[in-house]
């Protein structure tokens, strides 16, 4: 489990053909500070595990699957990527409740910086997931613990203060470039528990 506060942008180093998926490896140097074979790192709120790591390096085995699903297979060596590793039990919960699991994708329509150095991005929103995002609900954007500020039929705006924009790889970011987006997984058990509920009074009757 992660919170999506961002730990540090790394780079990508190298993309490998690896079979039928990728070795991908990522410059870093905080979340190697206690790696070991088998930890979790979020990248662009991706949970990957680390296969192999040195003094400045990891990398990770991205199967089709999660290249199809996620962002990551857009993109190229050099690209700046969020980093995070899990949530400890003795960790403060800065952010919100983030799996790393994502559920889909979506473009960035427009950027557009504020009078106060913030920023207002407007992205598209997915039919798929697009149910689970409300006006002042949380919302991993790449990784990002951020909160919608706006919510319309077809797309949602967040709010990025100037920190957030310097330490994460918002600022690299454009017009049309695709996110991974994870919506919170409280609205899902709320719907969930909605749904059963519902069924159980229709069987009752």
């Known amino acids: 489990m992660f919170t999506g506060i961002i730990e540090e942008v790394g780079e990508i180093r190298s993309i490998i053909p690896s079979g039928s998926g990728l070795r991908l490896t990522f410059s870093a140097q905080r979340v190697l500070d206690d790696v070991e074979l088998g930890s979790s790192i979020a990248v662009n709120g991706c949970c990957l595990t680390?296969?192999?790591?040195?003094i400045d390096w990891w990398a990770s085995d991205a199967v089709p699957e999660t290249m199809?699903?996620?962002g990551l297979g857009t993109l190229a060596d050099g690209d700046h990527v969020n980093l995070e590793?899990?949530?400890r039990a003795s960790d403060r919960l800065g952010g919100h409740i983030v799996?790393?699991?994502i559920d889909g994708t979506?473009?960035?329509?427009?950027i557009y910086k504020q009078d106060d150095d913030s920023y207002r991005f407007t992205f598209a929103l997915d039919s798929d997931w697009g149910k689970y995002v409300c006006l002042k609900g949380s919302i991993a954007i790449d990784g990002i613990?951020?909160?919608v500020a706006k919510v319309r039929t077809d797309s949602f705006e967040i709010a990025v203060i100037p920190h957030t924009w310097s330490v994460t790889n918002l600022s690299q970011?454009?017009?049309g470039n695709l996110v991974n987006v994870e919506v919170d997984i409280l609205a899902k058990y709320v719907e969930r528990q909605l749904s059963v509920n519902e069924s159980n009074k229709l069987e009752v009757r």
């Open 68 to 70: 199809d699903k996620t």
């Open 145 to 147: 613990s951020l909160t």
């Open 50 to 54: 680390v296969v192999d790591f040195g």
């Open 173 to 175: 970011r454009t017009t």
């Open 99 to 101: 799996q790393g699991h």
């Open 106 to 110: 979506t473009n960035i329509q427009s």
């Open 85 to 87: 590793r899990p949530l």
